[in-house]
């Protein structure tokens, strides 16, 4: 069967609007073809489509920091709390700060060297000649 792109189009777009979608994914079960067909229209790659996910992503998580922001319930406050604080406010919240960074100096190369009876395994090429 032939499908019209810009019919696919205005049918995912409807689909959108009125499911509150917010994945691409979703999209396709909503249409009269399958997800071969949704790509093979280059529907993934329209910008309206991608624009009325956004919208959709976008009003959901106002949504939920609104919903948190007026809950009398801690655990949405706090979560809502670490959305608006600085790194050293959320350092102070978080019980436990682990700093991954390097500060601007070099890592250390580390070399392990696994020893097979006298002679030293240092590559995995050595390890290749042992095997073969």
Same mark, same amino acid.
């Given at each position: 069967?032939?499908?019209? #792109?810009?019919?696919?189009?205005?049918?995912?777009?409807?689909?959108?609007?009125?499911?509150?979608?917010?994945?691409?994914?979703?999209?396709?079960?909503?249409?009269?073809? *399958?997800? #071969?067909?949704?790509?093979?229209?280059?529907?993934?790659?329209?910008?309206?489509?991608?624009?009325? %996910? @956004?919208?959709?992503?976008?009003d959901g998580k106002a949504s939920a920091r609104r919903k948190w922001a007026e809950s009398d319930n801690a655990t949405l406050q706090i979560a809502y709390y670490k959305l608006l604080s600085s790194e050293e406010? %959320?350092?102070?919240?978080?019980?436990?700060?682990? @700093?991954?960074? #390097?500060?601007?100096? /070099? %890592?250390?190369?580390?070399?392990?060297?696994?020893? @097979?009876?006298? /002679?030293?395994? #240092?590559?995995?090429? @050595?390890?290749?000649? *042992?095997?073969?």
């Amino acid at each position: 069967m032939a499908y019209n #792109t810009a019919e696919l189009e205005k049918k995912a777009l409807a689909a959108i609007k009125s499911n509150k979608l917010v994945f691409i994914e979703e999209v396709v079960s909503f249409l009269p073809c *399958d997800k #071969t067909t949704f790509y093979a229209h280059k529907l993934n790659e329209s910008n309206e489509i991608k624009r009325a %996910l @956004d919208k959709n992503r976008i009003d959901g998580k106002a949504s939920a920091r609104r919903k948190w922001a007026e809950s009398d319930n801690a655990t949405l406050q706090i979560a809502y709390y670490k959305l608006l604080s600085s790194e050293e406010e %959320l350092r102070k919240l978080t019980g436990q700060y682990i @700093d991954h960074s #390097t500060g601007g100096e /070099k %890592l250390n190369r580390i070399e392990i060297i696994i020893q @097979d009876g006298a /002679k030293p395994v #240092t590559s995995e090429d @050595d390890i290749a000649e *042992d095997i073969g």
